[in-house]
């Protein structure tokens, strides 16, 4: 049980305090901004995977799983097939951890994947009893806040940072075979 908590395993560097400061701007930047858009625009922007989607946005912003193509289309996908489970096979344990495995298999397969958005199926399947779903929760919360996350990122990670964000952004036409 020592090697549990005296480990030599090497940890992380610390984040120096202008990268410290990035995340809690951003976070706390990007979660009030969809805050403010759900109450004045009167349509939902914001779910509670964003919160983690914020983390990777900004604590670690060069990761593939932080750039817009992974943000936008992973929570789309994910989504989409929350919805489509939802109305063909019901809200059951065994329809929400399939719904699970196949938004995690077909963001693998789209080159999308963006650990948060999994668990966009969760939030559709759990709250079913509670909330009235159609296919208009891709476009809010789901498809509105991404791309506003996206936005705040390309603000607050280039007004900050030294690295150019994003890596990439959705690459739907990319010749550059990488297979």
Known sequence: MKF???????LP?????????QG?????LAILTLECLTIYSGCYFIMAPFGASCVILFAVSQSPL???????LGHLI??????????LFGDSAFVTALAVGCAIAAMQ???CVHPPAGANPLVILLTANQVNYDFN????????GSLSLVIIAYVVNN?????????????????????
Do not use: C, D, M
């Not at 994910?78 to 109305?87: C, D, E, H, M, Y």
């Open 137 to 144: 929760f891709l476009l809010f919360p789901v498809l509105s």
């Open 159 to 179: 007004l900050l940072s030294k690295s150019k964000w994003p890596v990439y952004w959705l690459a739907f036409f990319n010749n550059k075979k990488n297979e």
């Open 4 to 10: 549990f908590f005296w480990g030599s395993e090497k």
């Open 78 to 87: 994910s989504a989409f097939i929350g919805l489509v489970f939802l109305k």
């Open 24 to 28: 809690l701007l951003g976070g706390t």
């Open 13 to 21: 560097s610390r984040p120096k305090l202008l990268e410290l400061f």
């Open 109 to 111: 397969f789209f080159r």
């Open 66 to 72: 932080a750039q817009p193509r992974n943000v936008i």
